[in-house]
């Protein structure tokens, strides 16, 4: 941020800090009203001029809010910073991750007491049988604090070794805006190459099978991933445009096979996929067309024995799992090895030489199953608790030829865990589970209950709570709701839950439909035209907690973020009175508008997830629910809105425009806040202690409206 900025900032706060303790008022945005109209409903948006990020009045008025709500927050200090603490003590600070083998060397993280970032080691794999010994000396891959340094937001990601051990790349985003500069490091000179490319995408670039070349993906300025580049590490031979994906709605990703001889470019839009393949053992070669497009059909592709394996939705709503010749161009050619049931989705595919790991969601749970390639008959692999989260992680199985599954588990009460499993003879052990120090996880307990949404529907409400604090009666609950883009609120492990739940909160996460938390199908029905079912899901479970004696809405407070935040926001216009209180964390609240505009990031490649509001009758099913245009006079709960200023995904004056409205229509004396981080961007502070300390003022805000802030 700019220092000027900065310091105006402090100046600003410094003056609400004052006005606050004379009772100072809300920030008010001038009305300069603008024509949005359209369908020939009449429509005037007076605060369309907050997206003028440059505009010096757009930037007085965001350091006025931030400082509102700082001056807000000046009583909660002492709280906010024993929350804080809390947080802080639960943490291992010196801490290392399970080692990973890659070829001859094991990969590992460690964190250092006080530092915000983790820093990335390898060591040299010992013997023949490449045994770890955690006494082999450390070799430096990246030390992400040296690299945050003067810089207020760091992320690292698409961090790949070359196949022979000697290079690195690795991507920076210094703003939070989803900018990476890619690089490439010569790891025993401990130097970048001079070689760099700005503006790539998310997503890890991948290597040739000799590591001569690299391939990686770039975004367009409404950060829409459509091309795919080649580079020749040595030499100065340009880099080369190899793909470019015309269509809007589409995205590209970018991925090897496990055994290291295909990659694969995949191009997803909501509802439709096509994969090229290339033999990396020929990086200049030809990338072929794995199946046609088709609309309404997705497919994600692997590689085993010279045959394809496929995950593909042509039997639907749910993936099934084939196997394709490689030079098939039909499904009609496919072997089945799993078929499609109505009761389970397959979501994942880790492939081994003599095994393939298959993630199977059945019942509101993620699990594994295992399928060997040679005898035996196909098994799940067990847990005992009912809610639970076993996934397998990217980069946690970087061996083809292995016996060995790594998967990582957690559930609501049990920290996240890394667990082998041999595959032959299915017997699993832990080898770390997550330290957080001081914490009994007997003294918690988690259940499942389900509430019947309007349309007689069920849908699952999952809940935590402290056994010593649960009580006969109702008492404050926290309830979590996303529901989007078929994405899963699958159980968690979240430490910092744990300075509420001993307060005497209940935390419940509502699995509403548009996430994919029942399979394909629970998505398909809260999307497009049936996104209502969303709103209606969380209302549903709200009113099943306070029927059911959990809480009551003086006592129940909602929180989402993104697309959680547009549920925040549907939800409180539908039912204010049902809730005390609501957070919203980068809010996609402003529907009509921002799908309105194309040159937004993310607007056209959604236009299968809201509908396209140029389309008369799309436009009206997203009106019936977009929360800016729902605002209505009238009593509202308290409000805690918060944003970040580099945010691409979700752009600032979303929630700065909303807020603005809503000042000058609620009836109720509730706090509206309006917080906004200058230096980050859709995920919010990047450093660790940063990310705590944001959790820590939510939190305070959360027991003062509860009461509990003196506690």
């Known amino acids: 941020m700019n220092p000027a900025f900065r310091l105006l900032l402090l100046l600003v706060s410094s003056l609400f800090v004052a ?35 440059d505009n010096p009045a757009v930037r007085a008025h965001l350091l006025a809010e931030a400082a509102y709500t700082e001056a807000w927050f000046a009583p909660l200090q002492p709280l906010r910073q024993q929350l804080y603490q809390e947080m802080l003590a639960r943490i291992e600070q010196s801490d290392q991750t399970v080692p990973v083998r890659q070829g001859r060397w094991w990969n590992s993280q460690r964190t250092l007491a006080g530092q915000q ?30 690299l945050a340094e003067g810089r207020k937001f760091l992320k690292v990601q698409g961090v790949q070794a070359s196949p022979d051990g000697r290079l690195l790349a690795y991507a920076l985003d210094e703003t939070g805006a989803r900018d990476f500069r890619l690089q490439v490091r010569d790891i025993d000179g401990a130097r970048d190459l001079p070689w760099r490319r700005e503006g790539t995408a998310e997503g890890a670039p991948q290597w040739s099978a000799d590591g001569r070349y690299l391939f990686y993906l770039t975004h367009n300025a409404a950060k829409r991933v459509h091309q795919l580049w080649r580079h020749a590490v040595r030499g100065s031979t340009p880099d080369r445009l190899v793909f470019e994906e015309k269509d809007e709605l589409f995205n590209l990703q970018l991925s090897a096979s496990a055994d290291g001889r295909q990659l694969f470019l995949t191009s997803l839009s909501k509802d439709t996929s096509q994969v090229w393949r290339l033999d990396a053992t020929r990086p200049t070669g030809v990338w072929r067309s794995v199946l046609p497009r088709r609309d309404g059909m997705q ?14 939705d042509d039997h639907k709503p749910n993936f099934r799992l084939v196997s394709l010749p490689l030079g098939a161009r039909s499904l009609r050619a496919a072997r089945e090895l799993i078929a499609a049931r109505p009761d389970q989705n397959l979501e994942s595919l880790t492939v081994f030489r003599r095994h393939l790991v298959v993630g199977v969601r059945a019942g509101g749970k993620l699990g594994l199953r295992v399928l060997p390639l040679g005898s035996g008959a196909p098994r799940d692999i067990g847990f005992d608790e009912v809610i639970h989260r076993a996934q397998v992680e990217p980069g946690q199985n970087l061996e083809f030829d292995s016996d060995t599954l790594r998967f990582s588990y957690q559930s609501m009460t049990t920290p996240p865990s890394v667990i082998d499993h041999s595959l032959s003879r299915a017997s699993s052990q832990v080898r770390k589970v997550q330290p957080v120090p001081g914490y009994d996880a007997s ?6 209950v389900w509430a019947k949404a309007a349309d007689g529907t069920r849908v699952p409400v999952s809940l935590l709570y402290a056994k010593a604090r649960r009580g006969a009666g109702a008492q404050p609950l926290l309830l979590y709701g996303y529901g989007a883009y078929g994405i899963p609120s699958d159980a968690r492990f979240d430490a910092a839950l744990l300075s509420l739940l001993d307060r005497g909160v209940v935390f419940a996460v509502a699995h509403v439909r548009g996430g994919g938390d029942l399979g394909r199908g629970w998505y398909l029905d809260g999307k497009l035209a049936r996104k209502m079912n969303s709103f209606t899901d ?16 003086a006592q129940l407070i909602a929180t989402g973020g993104s697309a959680g935040g547009l549920l925040m926001g549907g939800v ?18 402003d529907v009509i508008n921002t799908m309105l505009d194309e040159s937004l990031p993310l607007t056209t490649e959604e236009f299968i997830e809201w509908g396209n509001p140029k389309v008369e009758a799309q436009y009206r099913w997203m009106r019936a629910y977009s929360p800016y245009d729902n605002l209505n006079p009238g009593a509202y709960p308290a ?62 805000f959360m027991l003062q409206q509860w009461g509990l802030a003196a506690r």
Request: charged fraction near 25%; charge should be neutral.
């Open 299 to 312: 497919y994600f592709a692997e590689h085993h024995g010279g045959r394809l394996l496929l995950r593909v």
């Open 538 to 553: 969380f209302i549903a479970c709200a009113d099943a907690l306070v029927r059911e004696g959990w809480t009551r809405p």
């Open 19 to 53: 006005g606050a303790a004379a009772g100072g008022d809300a920030p008010l945005a001038t009305r300069q009203p603008r024509d949005v109209s359209v369908h020939g409903e009449a429509r005037v948006d007076d605060w369309f001029w907050l997206r003028e990020r």
């Open 117 to 146: 970032y983790p820093v990335l080691v390898r060591q040299r794999a010992v013997g023949p049988e490449r045994r770890y010994d955690p006494q082999a000396p450390e070799q430096l891959l990246l030390d992400l604090n040296r």
């Open 443 to 448: 003294r918690y307990a988690s259940e499942r």
């Open 572 to 589: 409180v216009n539908l039912r204010p009175e049902l809730f005390k209180a609501v957070v919203m964390e980068v809010p996609f609240v």
């Open 639 to 700: 409000i805690l809105a918060l944003t970040a200023l580099n945010d691409s995904q979700v752009p600032y004056w979303e929630p700065a425009k909303y807020v603005a409205k809503l000042r000058t229509l609620k009836t109720d004396a509730n706090p509206l806040l309006f917080d906004i981080n200058l230096d980050a961007g859709h995920g919010g502070a990047s450093g660790r202690f940063d990310a705590l300390g944001e959790q820590a003022k939510v939190h305070a």
